[in-house]
Structure formats: C-alpha cells, structure tokens
C-alpha cells in the first residue's frame, strides 16, 4: 500500500467519500458566493464614488466658468485697454495735440469666489475609490489652485478697498492700475501681476476640473466594463457631458502641454479604435 493510499485510509471519514467531497464542495461554494457578493458590492461601491466625484467636478468646473464668463474674462482686456488709451493720449500729447487731462473709467468691484465642493471631492476619490495616476495628479492641482485662485481674489478686493480709502490723484491712481513708473521712480506692479494671476489660476482650476471629470469616466467605464462579464451590474455608464456651450471659456490644452508631457499617452482600447474609425468614415461620407 502506498503512502497516499495509507494517508486516506487513516484520515478519511469513516462513513464514505461521498458526505466528505459533499462537505468539501459545500464550503468552498459558500466560500465562493461570499467572495463573489463580497467583491461585487466593493465594486458597485466604488463605481457609485466614481459617478459621485464625476458630477462634482463637473460642478467645480461649471461654477469656475460661470465666474469666469462674467467676473474674470473682463479683467486682462479692461487693464489692456486702459494701457493702449494711456499710451496713444501719452503720442498725441508728445505730437503737440492740445487734449484735456486723461480720464478713465476702471470696473473695481469687489470679486468672490463662490464655494466649491472640492473638499467633498477630495474625501470621495481618497477614501472611496482607487484612482491613480493623471486623474490623482489632476485632483491635487485642482484643490491647490483652488486655494490659490481664492487667496488671490482676496487680495485684489483688499487692493481695491485700498485704492477706495487713499488720497491718491488720477496720476497715482493710473501708475498703480498699470505698474507705471511713478514721479519718485517706483514701480509698483502688484495690481496687474494680480490680474493676471487670478486668470491664470481661473483657467487652471477649468482645466484640472475638466481633465479629472474625463479621467474619472473613462476609469469608471473601463472598470464597469471588466466587471461586467462577472458580476451582473446595473449601473449606467458615464457620459461625458457636452461643453459646447462654454466655447471660448475653456483654456486650450497646448497651454498645458508640459504638465501632460508627465503621464504616458493613453492609447484607446482596440474595440474603441475599431468603432471610432467607422464613425469617422460614416461621417465622411
């Protein structure tokens, strides 16, 4: 007899295979459904964190360019234009035109940022999903320029209730809009710097807000899509929403070409490819 044959015999259930293999089968079927139930709710879980933080940034987005379109798209063109109509009454001036004192018109009302929900945002793809790469790169400088576009808001208002309160003539009032050199040789250049910084930050916060809602669909969808052949899911797909009407507000992506040089091209799954190549030449014809 051999050695396995002995080590069954000895330690076998007395009463036959069939009620041990029965047991067997029995716990590691229970095992399995628990598994099984255990990984599909994680999954739904998380796919439910992924649609919630979707429609978040999103919703950052659409408030940042609602404050853009009405706030902050005048500001740059307003100091320009006070800059080109300062500079042509200065060459009329010097070409012996007789013309009145320079007059001008600048739009100093307070600015504010609305509340946006990144904090919530944040807790969401931290605590409940598994997101990495561009879309955990685009979160992060998305809740810092946040921050930033807030801090710079405030000292603007805080420059223009200074500008309410001095004692300054137009002169003074025009070098500090423009950071001219003033009669003393000082160049103060806080207030155009300022612009110019909250523009910049405004279109940050569009740009990261966007990328992470499309980096968030497409992870959501590509994981809905693995599951799907296991696990019967009924949860809709994400759709990315359609920006058409926010034509000429959103910043173009070249301007970003050196922060999405930093994550390897993502190539389309080849089904993807397969169908998109059709729409191409349906369209076509």
Same mark, same amino acid.
């Given at each position: ?113 609305? @509340? ?7 807790? /969401?793809? $931290?605590? &409940? !999903? +598994?997101?990495?790469?561009? =879309?955990?790169? #685009? ?57 110019? @910084? ?7 916060? /569009?740009? $990261?807000? &966007? !990328? +992470?809602?499309?980096?968030? =669909?497409?992870? #959501? ?65």
């Amino acid at each position: 007899m051999s050695i396995l044959s002995e080590f069954i015999h000895s330690y076998a259930p007395q009463n036959g295979w069939g009620t041990f293999f029965t047991a067997a089968f029995g716990a590691f079927a229970g095992a399995f459904a628990a598994s099984r139930a255990h990984n599909k709710r994680t999954i739904v879980a998380e796919l439910h964190a992924l649609n919630a933080a979707h429609q978040l940034s999103i919703a950052i987005a659409n408030i940042i360019l609602a404050l853009k379109r009405q706030n902050i798209a005048p500001l740059e063109p307003g100091i320009e234009r006070l800059r080109l109509e300062y500079e042509s009454h200065k060459t009329m001036v010097r070409a012996g035109s007789p013309l009145a004192p320079f007059r001008f018109e600048l739009d100093m009302h307070s600015l504010f940022l609305p @509340a946006t929900p990144h904090v919530a945002l944040e807790k /969401i793809i $931290f605590e &409940k !999903t +598994l997101v990495r790469g561009r =879309a955990l790169a #685009a979160l992060v400088s998305l809740v810092g320029t946040i921050d930033s576009l807030g801090m710079s808001i405030e000292i603007r208002n805080e420059m223009v209730e200074e500008r309410r309160t001095a004692q300054w003539n137009d002169q003074e009032r025009l070098e500090f809009f423009l950071g001219l050199r003033s009669a003393a040789g000082i160049i103060d250049q806080r207030f155009p710097t300022n612009i110019e @910084a909250i523009t910049r930050y405004t279109d940050d916060c /569009i740009f $990261f807000a &966007k !990328t +992470l809602a499309t980096d968030l =669909a497409e992870y #959501a969808n590509t994981l809905r899509w693995k599951a799907s052949w296991f696990y019967y899911l009924r949860i809709p797909k994400i759709d990315e929403p359609n920006w058409s009407w926010a034509e000429g507000l959103i910043p173009n992506e070249e301007s970003y070409s050196n922060w999405l040089r930093g994550f390897p091209s993502r190539r389309a799954p080849r089904w993807k490819q397969f169908f998109a190549s059709l729409k191409r030449k349906a369209e076509a014809t």
